[in-house]
């Protein structure tokens, strides 16, 4: 089945600078990568999404890039802020369908 | 629209003790699904339905059972509950499948004593 592997597991940046998280895939029949931000104590919501047919996708200050070849998305986040600070997960759909999730990166935007 | 709503939001149990949590959606979605959220291993998926009468299993079934009567309500049972079940629930649903934004309820943290 899918595997979905995500690095940094921690994450700290100071305030203004950029933030990378990666993600691997395994299943080539996947299609759609979700992108959500959870906050503390919160549900975990739908940031950025992209899919298979598209190589990068971007929405203000956040941004997703797909390297199909290579199994490969990153979310890209420039100019953090501290409402930025949250545990971010990406996800992959398997040949089901079903959404494999990430183990998720913790980011800490310090002022 | 509420959205997806879970009930309770909390919950201890003993060891053995059966119970079921509540989700709900108003958005007539006809995707349903479960995920336990544990620290350092993301979300798991544990059932999830594609429509009303018509549900699996996701990567952690076990010691759940789910049913899916209604489009609206998608119930999830815990049988005989153990302390490996202690855990953050979610419940999500999507227009479709999940080729889709999955929306989640608001979680039930449950602790098995």
């Known amino acids: 089945g899918e595997n979905v592997e995500q690095h940094p597991s921690t994450l700290s940046v100071q305030e203004g600078d ?9 299943d080539s029949a996947s299609n759609y990568f979700p992108w959500y931000k959870q906050e503390l104590g919160k549900r975990p919501q739908l940031i950025i999404d992209i899919r298979s047919n598209v190589g990068e996708k971007k929405d ?3 941004a997703v890039t797909l390297n199909k070849t290579a199994k490969h998305f990153s979310l890209h986040i420039t100019e ?20 494999q999730f990430g183990a998720g990166t913790q980011v800490v935007v310090t002022p | ?19 079921t949590l509540q989700c709900a959606q108003d958005m007539n979605h006809e ?9 350092g291993m993301g979300l798991r998926l544990i059932h ?3 429509g ?4 699996d299993q996701g990567e952690v079934p076990n010691g759940y059972n789910v049913s899916r009567s209604t489009t609206e309500d998608f119930p999830l049972r815990l ?3 153990a302390p490996s079940q202690t855990s953050v629930y979610f419940c999500a649903s999507s227009q479709t499948n999940t080729v889709n934004e999955q929306f989640f309820g608001p979680g039930t943290r449950l602790t098995v004593l």
Request: hydrophobic content about 35%.
């Open chain 1, 18 to 26: 950029s933030a990378v998280i990666k993600c691997t895939y395994s």
């Open chain 2, 31 to 39: 995707y349903m699904s479960w995920y336990r959220q544990d620290p």
């Open chain 2, 52 to 55: 009303a009468g018509i549900t």
């Open chain 1, 60 to 62: 203000q200050r956040i």
């Open chain 1, 80 to 99: 953090t802020q501290p409402e930025d600070s949250a545990v971010y997960f990406c996800a992959a759909t398997d040949s089901w369908g079903k959404l």
């Open chain 2, 48 to 50: 999830y339905s594609v």
């Open chain 2, 1 to 19: 629209n509420a959205g997806v709503t879970q009930t309770p939001k909390f919950q201890v149990l003993k060891t053995g003790q059966s119970m």
């Open chain 2, 79 to 81: 049988l005989s509950a």
